[in-house]
């Protein structure tokens, strides 16, 4: 689908190929870095929703892992202003393996965050 593929290339989520070599599988060594936390939570969270995320407005590090805030395109409307869309809040162990997340707002494209 066109509007899969623009968003897939908005985000740069689940179409790369993860590169290998010397030193560079983070996945598997502790909680590697932000940019591996954020691939991981908008890969792992497309393939339980089956929705593209478009993409990640927040990754934190905690004690046992990650948070990322992981935006979804849920309902494409013309115009696309009117598209709704969800933040989801994915929960990441120290592996970068999802455990767990939630949708916490829903939203139209067009609207602007008035809480920051």
């Avoid at 908005?10 to 591996?36: E, V």
Wanted: hydrophobic share 30%; glycine share 12%; net charge positive.
């Amino acid at each position: 689908m066109p509007a899969e593929e623009s968003a897939k290339r908005r985000s740069g989520a689940g179409g790369r190929a993860r590169q290998g070599g010397a030193g560079t599988d983070r996945h598997h060594s502790g909680k590697g870095n932000a940019a591996q936390a954020m691939r991981s939570a908008a890969e792992q969270l497309y393939e339980l929703l089956g929705r593209r995320p478009e993409s990640v407005s927040a990754v934190n590090p905690t004690e046992d892992g990650w948070v990322a805030d992981v935006e979804v395109l849920e309902l494409e409307r013309i115009p696309e202003t009117t598209s709704v869309m969800a933040s989801y809040r994915v929960t990441l162990d120290k592996e970068g393996d999802l455990v767990g997340y939630q949708r916490v707002r829903r939203y139209t494209r067009g609207q602007i965050d008035r809480r920051g």
